[in-house]
Nanobody, 123 residues
Framework: QVQLVESGGGLVHTGGSLRLSCAAS????????MGWYRQVPGNQRELVAA???????NYADSVKGRFTISRDNAKNTVYLQMNSLKPEDTAVYYC?????????????????WGQGTQVTVSS
């Protein structure tokens, strides 16, 4: 089992920045991919950014150039730096760790999930 604890959400104005953190504990030795998803009420959870154990990253088109995913292996933590935030970025953000390749991150059905953290961007 893997336990994930997220932090860093909050309320910001348009153009502001936030950094989300997701700290992992438990059986993380076989984790291959990590990522951030977001969800608004009535919509499916969507992938925002992902990073593999080898450092490969991918991003949703809507956040390219504004968001950066990174990881600190020593701290078992993955981060999402969000800059130039827009009202449409408002959502609950969830981190996900899984024992599967990064190519599977487009499907939200797998892996371990954090509890979610609310990000609200006011206009």
């Amino acid at each position: 089992q893997v336990q994930l604890v997220e932090s860093g959400g909050g309320l910001v104005h348009t153009g502001g920045s936030l950094r989300l953190s997701c700290a992992a504990s438990g059986s993380i030795f076989s984790i291959q991919s990590m990522g951030w998803y977001r969800q608004v009420p009535g919509n499916q959870r969507e992938l925002v950014a992902a990073i593999s154990s080898g450092g490969i990253t991918n991003y949703a088109d809507s956040v390219k150039g504004r968001f950066t995913i990174s990881r600190d292996n020593a701290k078992n933590t993955v981060y999402l730096q969000m800059n130039s935030l827009k009202p449409e970025d408002t959502a609950v953000y969830y981190c996900n760790f899984r024992n599967l390749p990064i190519a599977t991150m487009s499907q939200y059905l797998y892996g371990y999930w954090g509890q979610g953290t609310q990000v609200t961007v006011s206009s």
